[in-house]
């Protein structure tokens, strides 16, 4: 890991829910409350590639979040996509969330799931 490789946090906010605040919200505060979302989620992971002396960088994205993941690691030219697997949609995502089942099976680079 103390090779030259980067590390790439990603938070990617669904925007779906985002639909019916937009018009009493203004996109400068939306933006704002995710952004600070974003950075106490990935705080922990942060610290972390800190204390180890690993690269990072923070991408804050709004979107269909599988389609966005695979669209981030395309871009990016990512060599691998490492993601949580929480399964909180229903019963036949109970094993793996329907994101990571739409990303290990779209992507083009390797997917490891953590549990």
Do not use: P
Request: with cysteine.
């Amino acid at each position: 890991m103390r090779s030259k490789c980067t590390v790439t946090l990603a938070s990617i906010h669904d925007d779906i829910g985002l639909g019916h605040v937009k018009q009493f919200v203004a996109q400068s505060v939306i933006n704002d409350y995710l952004r600070e979302i974003s950075e106490k989620d990935l705080k922990s992971a942060q610290k972390a590639l800190d204390v180890a002396g690993i690269k990072h960088t923070i991408m804050i994205k709004r979107g269909n979040v599988a389609q966005e993941i695979i669209n981030l690691a395309n871009k990016e030219k990512f060599d691998l996509i490492v993601m949580g697997c929480k399964g909180r949609t229903g019963i036949l995502d109970a094993l793996m969330g329907s994101v990571a089942q739409k990303v290990s099976s779209s992507a083009k680079q390797a997917v490891l799931l953590v549990k």
